[in-house]
């Protein structure tokens, strides 16, 4: 589920700011020149900024990670019999007989300890684990790939109509993907679709007034 939102943020925003971008500058200097280098610098700019967010963000989350795993090395060694303690209070939570518990602690401690710590009181395993570099590429990747429709449609869409144009692809595209999201997390396609729709036309027709007015000549 994290690599599906992270996934499905990546595009709404590439999608949303890069259209909204476009259709500023369409509505100030409806020039395609200008409109097609708009969206590319919003695509690049964009993608650069999720990438380099996203990798300074996950490298603390690894940092604290670290920090984490060292500091539980040092109590293991130091204090084994309250880390046990600690291990089967846990369990104990968690609805098992605190006999039991102990014994469970007992061992996953002999087998490997520091796992055990490191999974059921850190919360951190495989899957969860920070990752920068990945996590960096895969938000370069989405939101480039949701930022390549409103730069396409910059290069093909009629200029008279090119507001128009941006706002109808990119809402419908924002529409999809908050059904797919909704659909594969077992959330209500309905309130995502509508709520997906609502912001992005106001973002969209924030940035469309934005170009209007500050784009018209008062020489």
Not at 78 to 83: A, I, Q, Y
Not at 148 to 177: D, E, K, R, T, W
Request: cysteine-free.
């Amino acid at each position: 589920m994290g690599w599906l939102r992270a996934s499905v943020l990546g595009a709404n925003d590439g999608i949303l700011s890069t259209t909204s971008i476009v259709i500023g500058v369409a509505a100030a200097n409806p020039e395609r020149n200008a409109i097609i280098l708009a969206a590319l610098a919003g695509l690049m700019a964009g993608a650069m900024s999720m990438a380099a967010g996203e990798y300074v963000s996950v490298s603390s989350q690894a940092d604290t990670e670290s920090s984490d795993l060292t500091r539980e090395k040092r109590e293991l060694l130091e204090m084994p019999e309250s880390e046990l303690a600690e291990l089967a209070a846990i369990y104990v939570a968690r609805g098992i007989d605190p006999d039991l518990a102990l014994k469970v602690a007992s061992q996953l401690t002999k087998h490997d300890a520091l796992a055990a710590h490191t999974r059921d009181e850190l919360g951190i395993n495989e899957i969860t684990a920070a990752k920068p570099l990945q996590a960096a590429f895969a938000s370069f990747g989405s939101f480039t790939f949701g930022a390549l429709l409103p730069f396409l449609v910059s290069m093909l869409a009629p200029l008279p109509f090119m507001v128009y144009y941006q706002y109808g692809f990119s809402i419908i595209f924002l529409m999809v993907l908050g059904a797919l999201a909704a659909k594969t997390g077992g959330s209500r396609v309905g309130i995502a679709v509508a709520r997906i729709a609502f912001w992005g036309t106001a973002a969209m027709g924030i940035t469309a007034l934005v170009g209007h007015f500050f784009g018209v000549s008062t020489v």
